[in-house]
């Protein structure tokens, strides 16, 4: 395969041994897809049995199974998990403002309270109408295109970028309120609930407890400039040209 890059090439008679040994036969991988294939024309089940060596394809396909078998068994327990399990760096924002509500109360100060309890009545309507939603997108195909399966996602999400509705004077700025619900709904189950609406919120919080920085440290390394390029640009722009 790589005789026309290094000039090297198999020696006929080992070339015609391998064509003879191998040319008339096909991988294991290949003969069992096609016998299932039949399979769906014919009622008797065909018998999956290899015969003879191993091709090195049939060694990659079973590799690439084993390891899809691996990625998914680890994939099945981290969805059985236990979901009760808060982030602590997600729902600091809410807990701490509550602390520092609960402390301005025992000092007559309710508007922080109240305040609170105003977002917690939006995040949760808006729970509930994600709850609907799931119920909706799970729905018979027949009763709602996909367009429409999306879009009852989209109001959940609209409606909760809405502004609550205060009934009193607002101790919070609008970021402070926006960061508060997306606390407050990443402790709610779904867990999936607070991502869905607050997605972009929770990944700024988290990146401040992270260290005030927009990606993480093992995420940078991964976007880091080759040397080859590097090299590049810097003949660029010192007006330099390799020969």
Known sequence: MDASKTGLRVKLPVFEQDRQQWGAKKPWYVWKLEQRKNAKNTPQKPVLKREGSQFILDALVEEGDRLKKEVLNDYRRLKVQDTSEVDQDLSRPW????TRATQAKTQGVLGFAENLEDIKAHVEEAREGYIRAVAISRGPAADQGPSSKDGVYDKVALF???RPLFRGFVFFSDDDVQTLKASLAST???PTFGFSVAFRDLCAIKARAAGNIAITHQFAQCITVPNIVS?????VYTGHTST
């Open 188 to 190: 709610l189950l779904p």
């Open 160 to 162: 909760f970028a809405k």
């Open 231 to 235: 090299r590049t640009l810097t003949q």
């Open 95 to 98: 807990s701490m403002a509550k």
